[in-house]
């Protein structure tokens, strides 16, 4: 086997995009926070004390449903095409981590499209094997993506 068959062709890795940072993420608690201790302190003082607690649980809920965007944030993908391999590499966010791999030769790339919404789902079969790839992506970045892993797979298939 040749040096050059285990040189990457292609490598990316594919991350979950989060539009709000850790200083956002402070700010937007510390805003909603303030909000749900001075009306529910307001209901409370008035003598409405269940509207008080209600506000208390929904900035809990608040906080709950953000920590839960931000761990599933730490998902990755780790797509990697050379002449003798192609590997997917699936991190979860706990960081367990999936691998799969296939012969780039027998691999097949399939884009699912809608007209309105673009690409809507990504997955390579192979040898009676197949798995998902970059479903948490945007449109844009899905695009992006499927246009430089289908010329990767291209460019492997065609250096024989």
């Known amino acids: 086997m040749d040096v050059s068959e285990d040189q990457p062709v292609f490598a990316a890795e594919l991350t979950p995009y989060r539009s709000l940072g850790k200083t956002g993420f402070r700010v937007v608690l510390v805003l909603a926070g303030s909000i749900c201790l001075l009306y529910g302190g307001f209901f409370l003082?008035?003598?409405?004390?269940?509207?008080?607690?209600?506000?208390?649980?929904?900035f809990l809920g608040?906080?709950?449903?953000?920590?839960?965007?931000?761990?599933?944030?730490?998902?990755?993908?780790?797509?990697?095409?050379?002449?003798?391999?192609?590997?997917?590499?699936?991190?979860?966010?706990a960081g367990r981590m999936v691998e799969h791999r296939f012969n780039p030769f027998w691999a097949r790339f399939n884009v699912r499209r809608h007209g309105e919404f673009g690409i809507t789902s990504m997955h390579?079969?192979?040898e009676g094997r197949g798995t998902d790839i970059g479903s948490f992506l945007n449109p844009d970045d899905r695009e992006s993506f499927a246009k430089a892993f289908k010329r990767a797979l291209a460019t492997v298939k065609q250096r024989v």
């Open 124 to 126: 390579v079969t192979g």
């Open 62 to 93: 608040l906080y709950l449903a953000m920590k839960m965007s931000y761990r599933a944030g730490r998902a990755r993908e780790e797509v990697t095409v050379s002449r003798s391999n192609l590997s997917i590499r699936k991190f979860s966010p």
């Open 45 to 58: 003082i008035t003598g409405a004390y269940p509207i008080g607690f209600f506000f208390g649980l929904d």
